[in-house]
């Protein structure tokens, strides 16, 4: 057998198994580096105020949820109900951070939607979203305390989600309600 002909078979074959084992994973488990790591500090202007400013040491002694979105994005359509669900049902402190985002569009679009967020830094150069690894939007990160990442999810939050992953975060420490309906 020619060696010419056998390599590049051998070679196709082997690129055909691994796209096939990469289509199986799930796009949404990708592991953070950041989990249990402190949260990257930035200082932005406020969407709504750009005379004032955000920082994660704002926060710093609570538990609190970024939620990283855009007007642009389409799965942050899908999950802002639910983001409008845990703000009125719920007193965790939220932050959107808006990325890579025109102000104005991002300002009609929480006027024709809702604002679930007690404040929301403007990342418009995307520099903020980079140092926190995010992939792509939405993401949602969950920070405790001590500054911590404690939680990552990507893509638009599901009930299901909310309610076994990220709302028992805040057992004890909040008195979230079960949100989406579920018990």
């Given at each position: ?109 929480l006027a024709r939607r809702g604002d679930p967020y007690k404040i929301i830094p403007a990342d418009i ?59």
């Amino acid at each position: 057998m020619n060696l010419k002909f056998v390599l590049p078979l051998f070679g196709f074959i082997a690129m055909v198994i691994l796209l096939g084992v990469g289509l199986t994973l799930d796009p949404r488990s990708l592991p953070s580096t950041r989990i249990n790591k402190p949260a990257p500090d930035f200082d932005l202007s406020l969407l709504h105020a750009p005379e004032q400013r955000f920082s994660p040491q704002d926060y710093r002694g609570q538990r609190w949820i970024l939620n990283v979105w855009a007007s642009w994005c389409v799965g942050c359509r899908v999950e802002h109900p639910l983001l409008n669900q845990i703000a009125a049902q719920t007193d965790i402190p939220m932050v959107g951070l808006n990325y890579k985002d025109d102000p104005d569009n991002a300002k009609q679009w929480l006027a024709r939607r809702g604002d679930p967020y007690k404040i929301i830094p403007a990342d418009i150069t995307g520099d903020v979203g980079i140092d926190w690894g995010v992939y792509g939007v939405p993401e949602t990160f969950v920070i405790d305390e001590n500054g911590l990442i404690i939680y990552k999810h990507t893509g638009p939050i599901t009930a299901d989600a909310l309610n076994n992953e990220i709302l028992p975060l805040f057992m004890g420490t909040r008195s979230p309600a079960s949100v989406g309906g579920q018990q």
